[in-house]
């Protein structure tokens, strides 16, 4: 739940810095050098328009670039748009925090099937909202390319799809592979009762994982340590890991750690093995989505300063 609440923090610090979409038109102002004043009454922008102002969207209207909402379409609009929000901030958030403080190789063991769950609940509302609002704010197709506004929404909308579509890929067909495989390497490892560096890292002692430190080259089970609670040792140590070294410095001996039941041996590693083709798509993918989440921000504000 912390977790949860501190992504959804981080994207609500970002988005929460954008001002709520205008009814103006900033077209106007750049095509004329005029300032706001010139065609609402209040001088900042937004809200009663001049006389100006009302021959502009008139204008507007009567090339199909701009469609009045009625008292009711502004409340079902504005409805929509919280829920876009918020479900915009809670995907974008994951995104961040997964993907930067919990890094990939975190994600490619496999996402809590809450947080999955949350993750495209949110894409879903993101995208059923995001049609309606479309509908609403766009009179017509000559819209996304004959205003500014329309250009960005075009570039944001085709952002969403490329994201969308990886995330259904990667939970349709590189999951399950992801699966597969760990599975595989559990069976081969509980075999041969041992395992490389690489191999430890998944058992990390999270979502039921068993919990498993190296030290001086063997395997120790720390699943049942009330020390090793969630697979964290006083905050500072994370199972999955070689401690030899962390070990050294710590206030106890290693008396501690051989009480533990040996569970294997650490297998030295040669090179560096070449990942399988879904594994290498799946980092691909994740960097490409953490990449478009900064690309839509940028849009955003393009949007809404520029």
């Not at 038109?25 to 004043?37: D, I």
């Not at 925090?97 to 894409?123: C, D, N, Q, R, T």
């Not at 609670?229 to 106890?252: C, I, Q």
């Not at 560096?272 to 960097?287: G, S």
């Amino acid at each position: 739940m912390n977790r949860r609440l501190l992504y959804i923090f981080l994207a609500a610090l970002i988005l929460s810095l954008s001002p709520p979409l205008a009814l103006a038109t900033p077209e106007y102002a750049q095509q004329t050098g005029l300032q706001c004043k010139e065609c609402h009454v209040d001088a900042v922008g937004g809200g009663r328009l001049t006389k100006a102002g009302e021959k502009f969207l008139e204008d507007l209207k009567a090339k199909g670039l701009q469609r009045q909402l009625t008292t009711t379409q502004h409340i079902v609009h504005l409805l929509i748009g919280y829920l876009h929000m918020m479900a915009g901030i809670t995907w974008f958030g994951a995104i961040l925090y997964v993907h930067i403080l919990l890094k990939p190789a975190y994600a490619s063991k496999g996402l809590p099937k809450g947080e999955l769950f949350l993750g495209w609940i949110s894409m879903i509302v993101v995208l059923i909202t995001g049609i309606l609002l479309t509908i609403a704010r766009m009179p017509s197709l000559k819209a996304f390319y004959a205003t500014r506004f329309g250009i960005l929404l075009g570039i944001k909308i085709f952002l969403f799809l490329i994201m969308f579509s990886s995330a259904l890929l990667v939970t349709l067909y590189i999951g399950p592979k992801l699966r597969r495989q760990r599975s595989a390497a559990n069976a081969k490892e509980k075999t041969a009762c041992e395992c490389n560096l690489d191999a430890l890292l998944q058992y990390d002692g999270r979502e039921g994982r068993p919990a498993y430190v190296v030290y001086n080259g063997a395997i120790y089970d720390v699943s049942k340590s009330k020390l090793w609670k969630n697979g964290s040792h006083m905050r500072k140590h994370l199972a999955g890991h070689d401690l030899t070294d962390a070990l050294k410095t710590a206030p106890h001996g290693e008396d501690k750690v051989l009480a533990m039941p040996v569970v294997g041996t650490l297998r030295a590693t040669v090179g560096k093995p070449l990942r399988p083709f879904h594994e290498r798509l799946f980092y691909f993918f994740a960097y490409m989505n953490l990449a478009l989440t900064f690309l839509v921000i940028f849009v955003i504000s393009l949007w809404r300063w520029w």
